[in-house]
């Protein structure tokens, strides 16, 4: 591989390296014979390629990047030269100073029309230019848009391939990123001008959506959609709507021709513009009542959105890294072939060297393997969607980056991490269904599989593991003074634990006539009373040190999912398959009336820290929000794409975590009431095709300053606040 200070091709010195990927890194250099900066992309084979496929690779590569070199346009990054270093192709290129469309997407969110619509002329006159020649881009994006003051700078035609080509690749793979490519180049189909046009409005959407057409956490999600199903209407396009309809059209024989989006898009750039908020997007209060717009499709972000305060969301997504196998060096953040005015360090992505940027941030979604078309796939639909195939981002013809889909994998993805980053992964025995921090916040508790597990939460140790591999510990709770722990487990037993001498001191008894596996735990604040819910409508109060269950509270007629202490002690909430939401009176015993304002089955209760608010994640994908003294919800939140497993409030009360089974932890601000921001858990799965990477349970630090995430797979997440 080539270093800085060398010299390519007899004049080109390599200054800066400013993106490196799986398949290529991208250098700011300087060509020594005409004394100017340019853009030097050095394409690696990948490991066990034979010579007769490097050979074929690396001469399609050269003939498609001459093809290239031919065009003279404005709109395009020019190619300088194309040359060959120890059999590999280098490619030699403008070096033009600007931000990526995708880097503008990310900072500041959906665009405004007007400007949306001039970028689109500028883009479509370049893809002209090209498609007269008889070149094919292959993969327009966002990234691969370059805005350099009132210039509008298509970059990568160095892949583009001559239409009417049909060898793809040497190994059928079709190239392209699948959030933005047509659906008949998935398919396969031969190469024509009408791919790009697609993909021209597939990124005027993002640019005016803020995100793009189909969205899901990984190639196989993203096929599916794109295979299957029309793209979502628009929601913020205005006069824009005509054009992307237009250019969407799955038939290529219907779709917009390039004359017919050009007049079109000279319409809408002359209407009077639709602005854009100012920040970046998020999903926000509906304007008709307190509930966040619901993502008009799979993983997308409400269409609703407003802005609000807080890191930006990178809100233009294809399938996550864990889908991709990159280089294990990141790149240079947002660095590209083309260069920005800032330090390197801020300069736009480098999707052509491999980079995550717009392969893998993906609003996340729970595909599973059979998730699919429901018609009878090709065999190269079936590559795709099993992760076979490979999918090529910005590399030269032939070059192609593999999927993985490694089932134990353990590494987090860099998904919409926003203000949190992991910093300790922690292994159980089995799917963690509940995690909990001592009150002092030194140590963790979760129940994993068949036992509790203990860590030091400093050192990421196991201090202890409670419990017998037959009892399969499902909920775990401290008690307030950090000296015991009580467990639930799935055979019905409720124990508590001493942890300093790491043994059980009680089995609590159970009421007469209640059996059934334990869903949820709970400490009374004094430490006094434990609350235990579990199968029929099993639901009762034990005093510790009376040795007997004080109480069975009788309102329920199903399974109690669960149960939450107020701050203060005096009510108890229960929740459970019937979808009633209870508050009881804990001295008294007995119900008040129920919450109201929901249909949904909850499986998840969690007070504010002032007791004022309850909040519950449901079946339905929401969390709802009650005020407790008037017993009306205050709010019903949505975004999550999935069953929401877990909440918990911030120690301050002013965020709201929420996790489910679409892998994602979203965070709420509270007294707005609306999204602030998400990460995403990887994703993978058991050898019989389980889905394991679901946020099965989440709890915060009692500083507030960490999370865990409990997971299906048997893992704990430690995440930290930057």
């Known amino acids: 591989m080539a270093e800085t200070g060398e010299v390519v091709g007899e004049r080109y010195r390599l200054v800066e390296m400013i993106g490196a990927g799986g398949m290529g890194r991208v250098w700011r250099g300087l060509d020594e014979l005409l004394d100017r900066e340019v853009a030097v992309k050095e394409v690696l084979f990948p490991p066990g390629m034979d010579a007769a496929e490097r050979e074929l690779i690396g001469r399609r590569a050269m003939r498609e990047a001459r093809a290239a070199a031919r065009l003279s346009h404005p709109g395009i990054v ?22 990526s469309l995708h880097r503008r997407i990310a900072e500041e969110g959906r665009l405004a029309s007007a400007e949306v619509a001039r970028i689109g002329v500028e883009m479509l006159s370049a893809l002209e230019e090209a498609h007269t020649a008889g070149i094919v881009h292959r993969d327009l994006k966002p990234a691969n848009v370059m805005l350099a003051g009132s210039r509008v700078v298509i970059t990568d035609f160095g892949i583009a391939s001559l239409a009417g080509d049909a060898t793809l690749t040497v190994s059928g793979e079709v190239i392209g990123t699948p959030a933005f490519m047509a659906p008949e180049q ?44 029309d793209p979502e209407p628009t929601a ?82 294809g399938p996550p890294q864990d889908a991709v196998a990159v280089a294990d060096a990141a790149p240079v953040a947002d660095a590209a072939p083309v260069a920005d005015a800032a330090p390197v360090a801020d300069a736009a992505p480098v999707a052509d060297a491999g980079s995550p940027s717009e392969a893998d941030q993906v609003p996340p979604l729970s595909p599973r393997p059979d998730a699919v078309a429901r018609r009878r796939m090709s065999r190269r639909e079936v590559l795709f969607l099993t992760g076979v195939a490979a999918v090529v981002i910005g590399v030269p013809a032939g070059v192609t980056l593999a999927i ?11 998904v919409n991490l926003g203000s949190w980053a992991p910093f300790a992964t922690l292994n159980g025995d089995g799917p963690v269904g509940s995690v909990a921090f001592s009150p002092d916040g030194t140590t963790l508790a979760a129940g994993s599989g068949g036992t509790a597990r203990l860590w030091d939460v400093s050192l990421h140790d196991t201090i202890a593991t409670l419990g017998t591999s037959d009892e399969t510990v499902r909920t775990v709770a401290f008690s307030p003074d950090d000296r015991m722990l009580v467990t639930g487990s799935q055979d019905g037993r409720v124990r508590l634990w001493d942890i300093s001498g790491q043994k059980a001191v009680a089995t609590l008894p159970r009421p007469a006539g209640s059996y059934g596996a334990i869903a949820s735990v709970a400490f009374s604040p004094d430490g006094r009373t434990i609350a235990v819910g579990g199968e029929r409508a099993w639901l009762g109060l034990w005093r510790l040190g009376e040795g007997r269950a004080v109480s069975a509270l009788h309102g329920h007629t199903g399974d109690i999912h669960a149960v939450a202490f107020s701050p203060d002690g005096t009510t108890l909430a229960s929740t459970g398959s019937d979808k009633k939401v209870l508050l009881w009176d804990v001295a008294r015993r007995k119900a008040a009336r129920g919450l ?54 911030s120690p301050d009360g002013l965020t709201l975590a929420s996790s489910g089974l679409d892998r994602t932890v979203r965070f709420w601000d509270v007294p707005r009431r609306r999204y602030v921001e998400e990460f995403s858990e990887d994703s993978w799965y058991s050898e019989d095709g389980s889905e394991q990477g679901e946020v099965m349970s989440v709890a915060f630090s009692p500083d507030g300053r960490m999370l865990a995430t409990g997971l299906k797979g048997g893992i704990v997440r430690l995440w930290r606040a930057r």
């Open 78 to 99: 020019a190619v300088y030269d194309v040359i060959t270093r120890d059999g590999s192709p280098v490619i030699v290129m403008e070096f033009v100073r600007g931000p």
């Open 186 to 229: 998935a398919h396969g189909l031969p190469i024509t001008p009408a791919w790009d046009l697609w993909s021209l409005g597939a990124t005027l959407y993002a640019a005016v959506e803020g995100i793009p057409p189909y969205t899901g956490p990984n190639v196989m999600a993203v096929l599916s959609a794109l295979l299957t199903r």
């Open 236 to 317: 913020h396009a205005g006069p824009l709507a005509p054009v992307l309809e237009g250019l969407l059209c799955r038939d290529p024989e219907q779709r917009l021709t390039a004359e017919q989006a050009r007049r079109l898009l000279l319409a809408a750039s002359a209407e009077r513009p639709h602005p854009a908020p100012s920040g970046a997007e998020r999903p926000s209060l509906a304007a008709s009542g307190d509930t966040l717009g619901r993502p008009s499709s799979p993983g997308a972000p409400p269409r609703d959105a407003a802005p609000v305060d807080g890191p930006p969301r990178n809100p233009v997504d």
């Open 404 to 414: 993985g889909t490694d089932p134990d994998r353990r590494r987090p993805s860099n």
């Open 596 to 649: 109201t304002g929901h249909s949904a089955i909850f499986s998840s209760l969690a007070f504010s820290p002032d007791g004022a608010t309850l909040a519950a994640g449901g079946s339905d994908h929401t969390v709802t929000m009650w005020d407790v003294a008037g017993r009306e919800p205050v709010a019903t939140l949505t975004g999550h794409t999935q069953p929401v497993n877990a909440v918990a409030f």
